[in-house]
């Protein structure tokens, strides 16, 4: 097959992204080439763009791990997929036949792009972090499936939350991860589910266009007398982690780290909520391949209505740094990216 120019967006430096012509190289072992046709903005990449990943030694770069493709041509080696397949494009593997990275030439510069990118017409992407759906899924909402529904639903179904009704939950940061979280809760029948966001026009904006319940909200600052069997937060900053933790009860509750903190910051906590039983977890507390998760929590994610509404906000390529830059100021709660 001839190779394929694409338009892709380029992260140069902190906040610049660059639209330029790649053209791209036929597949190698275990390499895809996809037609992107949706990609989503979440947390890792906003980090990326502000320069908070520690990312800038892969400058220029391509990136976004969060989408829906179609097959256009596979690498040697590549099992199960074949040209004209719908996938999901994720960062979680689902196996261990990784492609690596792609270096593409252009002029004099060296554009590298990991095993998975989507910021782009086409992208070459690892077999493993493409997982098949049907033709008839090749739709917005499904980019959740990519990283939003499967790190929110995960921490749920590992910690059988979902199958406890009579729990308190507190969602930290209501972005694209904490609304996931907050619609997962709802689905499940949890009853007490309060919400911090610290941004008011958010949550206006949240209650007017989502469906969250005014009710639901704390203020930042709050020092409710409920203490919360969950303490889901998503913004995971020190700061944020300082003001919350003691809203969590003691023996026995979980703090659940979900969104990125910065890189290699570090928090402070009292002894004496270690002594008294509170528990501090992360999202990912397996090393494990999603091969088999990622169609368990797709038949939930189906069933789960509230999210055929999700993106309120639609992006061209060439106006993706208006979408970071949206993102980045709370206008919208997570850009849908149509290529």
Aim: with cysteine; glycine share 6%; charged share 25%.
């Amino acid at each position: 097959m001839k190779k394929i120019k694409s338009r892709t967006a380029v992260l140069f430096k902190k906040k610049k992204i660059k639209l330029i012509n790649l053209e791209l190289p036929t597949p190698l072992r275990n390499q895809v080439l996809v037609k992107n046709i949706y990609s989503s903005i979440c947390g890792t990449q906003m980090g990326e763009w502000l320069g908070k990943r520690n990312n800038t030694s892969m400058m220029p770069n391509c990136f976004g791990h969060e989408g829906v493709s179609k097959v256009i041509e596979i690498g040697k080696n590549v099992k199960k997929l074949k040209k004209d397949d719908i996938v999901c494009v994720s960062w979680i593997k689902k196996n261990n036949k990784d492609s690596g990275g792609t270096k593409i030439k252009n002029a004099k510069k060296i554009i590298n792009a990991g095993p998975v990118n989507n910021f782009s017409d086409y992208s070459l992407i690892s077999q493993n972090r493409l997982y098949k759906i049907k033709k008839n899924q090749a739709r917005k909402k499904y980019t959740l499936m990519g990283c939003a529904f499967l790190t929110a639903f995960n921490i749920f179904y590992e910690n059988k939350i979902h199958k406890k009704k009579n729990i308190n939950i507190c969602i930290i940061g209501l972005g694209g991860l904490g609304l996931t979280c907050y619609y997962i809760a709802k689905y499940f029948g949890i009853k007490n589910i309060k919400c911090v966001e610290i941004n008011r026009k958010k949550t206006d904006y949240l209650i007017r266009n989502f469906s969250v319940n005014k009710n639901s909200f704390l203020a930042s600052d709050h020092k409710t007398n409920i203490k919360f069997d969950y303490v889901i937060d998503c913004v995971a900053t020190k700061e944020v982690f300082s003001k919350n933790i003691d809203k969590l009860k003691n023996f026995g509750g979980k703090y659940i780290f979900l969104g990125n903190p910065r890189f290699k910051e570090k928090i402070e906590i009292d002894s004496w909520d270690i002594v008294l039983g509170k528990n501090l977890i992360g999202c990912w507390n397996k090393n494990e391949f999603f091969q088999k998760k990622f169609y368990i929590f797709l038949k939930y994610f189906e069933k789960i209505k509230f999210f055929n509404n999700f993106f309120q906000e639609s992006y061209n390529l060439k106006d993706i740094n208006k979408a970071f830059n949206d993102l980045y100021l709370g206008r919208v709660i997570r850009p849908i990216i149509k290529h």
